[in-house]
């Protein structure tokens, strides 16, 4: 069932022709073998019954967030669904948080209430982690209203599946950040499959950048293997919406390397698709045009990968030695009052 991804065949040379220079593929590849790192032990630790829950791993899909880093500012606005751990990794949380949450202890992000779907980091403007499927949607939309209504520029970046994307509070949130010009990007993270069901098989229509036709919304399809492609994307649909354009529909092609939780046992598809998609790992190209271009030695590129893995580890051992949240933590944070004084009124 594999599809193929039109610019997926862009060469290590051609992408180091490009405006991306040595520092970014350095950072690039840092971060996306940071989220897969951390992934892959999140993997084994569910295995081993360390924590709880549902689990969505991230692996395969990393150069998506890579290259939204690139083209947006820190005060930009990020919300998602509950495949989530690596969009704190990337946007600068602490990974010793993002594990703590996963272990549900009061050191985590959500201060262990959350857990693997509900990952949430004010300062750095992530508003979740979201386990109902398109909740996130017309949330996001809203975020955005709010930055038009207090007269800045920034943008809101809303994560979705393809499942997600058929889902009626789609369209109605479209027809509102149309109408309105929200600065909002719509990013569908385009796995291919709806938990276990394909694309094809959820509607006639499959190509998901034609969902805001419509509208008139403005659309593109882009190869989410390639952080290059992802960002010049995501740089294009801010720009619009900073200058008061309003929103567009981003079908960011991409594929998941496992299977859609950990309790998948990924009976939908066949090994040799998978195996088509690992040749594009995202990780491996950014890694090839660091090695063609000669800008880091082999014993550097194994620093990295020691660094990471040494990261994970300590991620893990502060987990594993944090205390659980207190019976009194079951009634904080249900109102924020001291942001909204007016609650006591």
């Not at 720009?239 to 496992?258: C, Q």
């Not at 994970?312 to 909204?340: G, H, I, N, R, W």
Request: hydrophobic share 35%; net charge negative.
């Amino acid at each position: 069932m594999a599809t193929e991804i039109a610019t997926g065949k862009s060469t290590a040379k051609k992408a180091a022709a490009s405006r991306f220079g040595k520092d970014t593929y350095i950072k690039w590849y840092r971060e996306m073998l940071l989220m897969r790192r951390f992934e892959e032990k999140c993997g084994h630790l569910y295995i081993q019954q360390k924590f709880g829950g549902f689990c969505h791993l991230y692996i395969g899909q990393e150069a998506i967030l890579s290259g939204m880093m690139e083209a947006i500012r820190p005060t930009d606005k990020v919300i998602t669904a509950y495949r989530d751990h690596a969009h704190p990794l990337v946007m600068g949380s602490d990974p010793k948080k993002v594990m703590a949450e996963l272990y549900g202890k009061a050191t985590g992000l959500s201060k262990g209430k959350g857990g693997s779907m509900h990952m949430f980091d004010k300062d750095r403007n992530l508003f979740g982690g979201h386990g109902i499927v398109g909740a996130q949607i017309p949330m996001g939309a809203g975020i955005a209203f709010a930055d038009k209504y207090n007269g800045n520029d920034n943008v809101t970046l809303t994560f979705f599946g393809d499942g997600a994307a058929r889902q009626g509070a789609l369209f109605e949130t479209f027809n509102m950040a149309m109408t309105w010009k929200l600065p909002v990007i719509f990013i569908i993270e385009n796995n291919q499959y709806a938990m276990g069901t394909s694309i094809e098989r959820t509607s006639n229509v499959t190509d998901l950048s034609q969902l805001g036709a419509s509208f008139l919304m403005p659309s593109e399809t882009v190869d989410g293997m390639r952080p290059e492609a992802v960002c010049e994307a995501i740089e294009r649909a801010a720009e619009r919406g900073r200058k008061g354009e309003g929103p567009t529909l981003l079908d960011i092609k991409t594929y998941r390397y496992k299977g859609h939780s950990m309790s998948d046992p990924q009976k939908y598809r066949t090994k040799e698709e998978v195996a088509e998609y690992q040749e594009q790992d995202p990780i491996e190209h950014v890694l090839r045009v660091i090695r063609e271009n000669n800008w880091m030695t082999e014993a550097q590129i194994e620093e990295v990968e020691t660094d990471v893995k040494t990261l994970v580890d300590d991620s893990v051992k502060f987990a594993e030695e944090s205390p659980l949240p207190t019976a009194d933590e079951l009634y904080k944070d249900v109102y924020m009052q001291d942001d909204y004084p007016y609650v006591n009124d």
